[in-house]
């Protein structure tokens, strides 16, 4: 009876054994959230103007820098797009690549405006010496060097990585010098007098600024 009794404890003593339900081990951790805030970035807009040109020519090429301009109106005039934002933080400019000029009376034709521009530090006027030495605006993050943006880039779209600096007197602004060249509404011929129509042509080249 004895040994009976012996056999059963230990048989229900290796079930227990066998069923005991262990706790899982988990895990705990953490992250951090964090931001940076940057003063609200501000645009100050001038109209880009060719003036009077004549079809036929050579190619019309107003250059963002006013030297080496070709083709165009004696009241020719760059845009320009001054930019007030945190200094020394990249800003990303999208602009248009490419913009269609309608013809205002009747508007039946079209010719092509391809936009490129050049930057530097403060808010300078067009005719300013400073715009003879302003750079075309880079698609990368600049490496460093007291420039607006990377040097080697070519001026044009869709979108430019440029900076403001607060070592001048006017404290975090660049002007952005706006160029560009004419075609005809195929965007790649001159604008020749058998295939353009004579007139005004108005278009618009839309920019949208924003911090990198």
């Known amino acids: 009876m004895k040994t009976t009794m012996k056999t059963l404890f230990a048989a229900v003593l290796f079930t227990a054994f066998g069923t005991t339900a262990f706790a899982q081990l988990g895990a705990v951790s953490s992250v951090q959230a964090s931001a940076k805030i940057l003063k609200q970035i501000t645009l100050t807009p001038e109209n880009v103007n060719?003036?009077?040109?004549?079809?036929?020519?050579?190619p019309t090429d107003l250059t963002p820098t006013g030297v080496s301009e070709v083709?165009?109106?004696f009241t020719a005039s760059q845009g320009r797009l001054v930019i007030d934002a945190t200094s020394d933080e990249p800003i990303r400019v999208t602009f248009d690549s490419i913009v269609k000029l309608v013809h205002t009376?009747?508007?039946?034709?079209?010719?092509?405006?391809?936009?490129?521009?050049?930057?530097?530090?403060?808010?300078?006027?067009?005719?300013?010496a400073d715009q003879a030495t302003s750079v075309l605006v880079n698609n990368v993050v600049k490496t460093g060097g007291m420039v607006a943006t990377e040097p080697g880039g070519l001026?044009?779209?869709?979108?430019?990585?440029?900076?403001?600096?607060?070592?001048?007197?006017?404290?975090d602004q660049t002007t952005l010098f706006i160029g560009g060249t004419l075609f005809a509404k195929d965007g790649t011929s001159t604008i020749g007098s058998g295939n353009t129509s004579t007139g005004t042509y108005v278009g618009t080249l839309n920019f949208n600024v924003i911090y990198q």
């Open 50 to 58: 060719f003036g009077t040109i004549a079809s036929g020519g050579q």
């Open 71 to 73: 083709n165009v109106g």
């Open 105 to 128: 009376t009747p508007a039946f034709d079209s010719i092509m405006y391809v936009p490129y521009l050049s930057a530097t530090f403060g808010t300078r006027t067009v005719g300013h």
């Open 155 to 171: 001026g044009r779209g869709p979108f430019a990585i440029i900076y403001t600096d607060t070592a001048l007197a006017n404290i």
